[in-house]
């Protein structure tokens, strides 16, 4: 082989060994945030800075988190939250938040000795500090079909009665309600057509700027409710709830005077803001053994506000007013509405106390249910289930 021919030769073969070589590399991704969580070591998941959407199973081992924007469960997806743990919510109004969305699931399980606690992350907190706790079911609604949730346009709605969202146990929420205007706001905690397969109990919330929870249909049992200084309603319902309230004990406290337009004990609808009372499913829950206190030197509206073809069951329920609290400006049981009045199966066997309250001071409009009021009798909640809560009755 000649000179120009070794050259030519040698310079082919390391062509060829450098072309093999770039084809045979490979690159290393760089990982990126993009929003979704998806273990605790994805680099979206910061408990310094806790916000995204959850696409995987997730488990939040006990600690404090900081809650730093819209946490959202997603479909098919679960969160679980260890016992013990406190969520800090920074300042920001409506767009801070924990969501569940229908298909997904949440496991809190706090216990008495070790609740979960979600509050605000300001030096001097306030109502309205952030959202709340959104949970999304299947569970049918007044009418049926799906709805969009107020706030955040999440789906809620379906035709799964025993619809499980997950567990909600030894949970207390301070400081929510945050709201876009006096017809879109947070609560407490809000109940989205959430199903009876969901376990909600020992449960608190405390100052929220709107209602303590509400619930938009469903089928959901809540038992043991501490409901301290809401601005709105304590106990609100509507759009086709039929679930059951066990042993809630409501309080606006002496010293405590924010209020909204129409603060009320509880309120509760048939169907969504009286727009469709000839729907099938109107709200028709069972409330027994509740108490209501209002030691504030405002005046509630009234302390139970039933309308809009709404049914209640409500037994063993005890209000009672302070001394420095004033009359409720509507009536203590109040059945009207320029909307509708309530549902004529309506029952409300209440006991009602104080200085400035006329038990006999109700008014049932075209309804032909039940008010039956005295001054003695009913025993309302047990407080002894609070214990852990610190709460001092």
Do not use: H
């Amino acid at each position: 082989m000649n000179t120009i021919k070794q050259f030519l030769f040698f310079s082919v073969l390391a062509g060829t060994i450098v072309s093999c070589s770039s084809d045979n590399a490979t690159t290393t991704p760089v990982a990126v945030k993009d929003g979704k969580i998806t273990s605790l070591t994805d680099l979206d998941y910061d408990a310094t800075s806790l916000k995204g959407d959850i696409t995987a199973n997730l488990s939040l081992p006990k600690g404090d988190y900081i809650l730093d924007g819209a946490l959202v469960v997603k479909s098919g997806f679960k969160l679980t939250i260890a016992a013990g743990s406190t969520f800090k919510a920074t300042p920001g109004g409506t767009n801070v938040y924990l969501a569940v969305e229908q298909g997904a699931k949440i496991d809190a399980s706090g216990t008495a000795a070790l609740p979960i606690l979600f509050t605000s992350n300001s030096g001097n907190p306030r109502a309205g500090d952030w959202g709340g706790l959104l949970l999304m079911g299947k569970a049918p609604i007044s009418g049926g079909g799906t709805a969009t949730t107020e706030v955040v346009d999440f789906t809620y709605g379906g035709t799964d009665p025993a619809d499980n969202s997950g567990t909600l146990k030894y949970v207390t929420v301070e400081y929510t309600g945050a709201r876009i205007n006096g017809d879109k706001e947070f609560n407490g905690f809000t109940m989205y057509s959430v199903g009876s397969g969901t376990v909600v109990e020992n449960i608190a919330s405390k100052y929220g700027d709107d209602d303590a929870i509400e619930f938009f249909g469903g089928t959901v049992n809540v038992k043991n409710i501490l409901v301290v200084n809401a601005k709105d309603d304590m106990l609100d319902y509507t759009q086709g709830y039929t679930g059951t309230i066990d042993n809630a004990y409501c309080i606006r406290e002496l010293g405590y005077n924010d209020v909204t337009s129409d603060p009320r004990g509880v309120e509760g609808d048939g169907n969504f803001d009286g727009l469709a009372p000839t729907q099938a499913g109107q709200s028709n829950p069972v409330l027994k053994n509740i108490t209501i206190v209002s030691n504030s030197v405002v005046a509630l509206d009234a302390i139970i506000k039933i309308r809009r073809n709404s049914g209640i069951t409500m037994t063993n329920s005890l209000a009672i007013l302070g001394t420095k609290a004033p009359a409720p400006t509507k009536g203590f049981v109040n059945y009207t509405d320029s909307k509708g009045d309530a549902g004529n199966t309506s029952s409300v066997i209440i006991t009602g106390q104080g200085l400035n309250l006329d038990i006999n001071n109700n008014f049932k409009g075209t309804s032909t249910g039940i008010i039956t009021v005295s001054p003695t009798g009913a025993t309302g909640a047990n407080t002894s289930v609070f214990t852990w809560t610190g709460y001092a009755f």
